[in-house]
């Protein structure tokens, strides 16, 4: 069987990719990984994916000479380096080494492509929101009467934070407010998630805040694309807290501005926000102390009229019932005396007759009262027992009792029968049932 070498091959292959391929191509493709070394090459993987799979993947390279001014090129457009992540055009050219293998040589790029690509990017995060009906979700929710208790998400680090925190602690009027720093990271890969995991607490918390405020120092466009996330944009809109954002850009909003509750360009455009909600509610209790103190003086002199009125009416009323009881009293007071002359004059002619018939009558009375004792004292006498015994009837005991009709008495019992002048013991013999 004829054969050849790995060198021939590669040899071949080399030869071919020569002869059919263009000098160079410009090729979209997003950076996976990019190193650059001691001497200034940049070594780069170039990947394409289509939601989490990879579909393609190749080695780049670019020499010190020509990395150094397309990287201060790219820089000056888009605010950044370039770095993983991003995706960028760039023409090509194809290489292929006997030992290395497939690579390509990056020549030249397109910054504007990676500013056009973020835009395209960010145009379809609104459509998905918009779509899913929750764009204007979290601006549904009521700010919050007093806005004094805050959850901070912002890195500590961050100039904007500072002079958040100045603007607030300094304030002139005195305002006190209660911060809760969620410390985070606000750009690079990791921001996302940092960001949204300080949405969660948060809204864990919702409790013990007010509302939330989303705050950083600005920075460069591609700084900013972390707030393009459509992840972190549906995070802020199911907030249950409203979400104030001042990321610091003066570019057009970010969709993390769209979804906020209110968005502000600055920190210190979020301080002075927070402290003119306080002084909003400060003179709303002054204008509703003022309305209360006008409405107690305006009801106290209602009801000071109204007391005078009713101390005139009870005066009038007053003296109109003190006569009207005197002249009560004085018919009462005649009726009074007339019914106790009356009543003597009664009382004396009973007792005149009384006299009268005492003074006529006292022996016929004594009489009288003599012959009801007589009366009294006969019947006495008849009913004393010795009398009666002497009439010819006795009284019989048991055991020293009077024997009566439910008295138990049996054969053989001794009895004493009491007469006028003896006292006879006999023995029963015998009892007849009458």
Known sequence: MQHIT????????QKTLDQHLERNYWVVAEIGEIRVNQKGHCYLELVEKEGQKLLAKIRANIWAYDYYNLNNLFRSVTGQPLKGGMKILSRVVIQFHEVYGMSLHIKDLDPNFTLGERARHRQLVIERLTKEEVLHRN?????????????????????????FMDQLMDNPLGYAFDLTLFETMMQGEEAVRSIVDALKKAGDAKEQFDLVVMI????????????????LALEITGSPLPVVTGI??????????????????????????????????DQQLSYQADRIKDLALQLLSDQQTKLFGLMKNLD????????????????????????????????????????QVFKQSPNQILSRRFQELELMHTKISLADPVNILKRGYSVTYLKGKV?????????????????????IKSNVTDINEP
Do not use: W
């Open 139 to 163: 601006k549904r929710l009521a700010l919050p009467l007093v806005p004094q208790r805050v959850a901070v998400i912002s890195s500590r680090t961050a100039a904007g934070y500072g002079d």
């Open 6 to 13: 790995l060198h021939q091959l590669n040899t071949i292959i």
């Open 216 to 231: 950083r120092g600005g920075g460069s466009q591609i700084d900013l694309d972390c707030f393009d996330d459509y992840t």
């Open 316 to 355: 009038h009323s007053a003296k109109l019932a003190i006569t009207h009881r005197n002249h009560q009293l004085q018919l009462l007071n005649q009726r009074l005396r007339a019914g106790a002359l009356t009543m003597l004059n009664r009382e004396e002619q009973k007792l005149s007759r009384f006299l």
């Open 248 to 281: 610091g850009h003066q570019r057009d909003d970010t969709v993390a501005d769209m979804v906020a509750h209110t968005k502000l360009k600055t920190p210190t455009a979020v301080a002075e926000f927070l402290l003119s909600g306080m002084e909003a509610f």
């Open 403 to 423: 024997l009566t009709p439910d008295s138990k008495l049996k054969v053989g019992d001794e009895i004493t029968t009491k007469l006028a002048a003896k006292i």
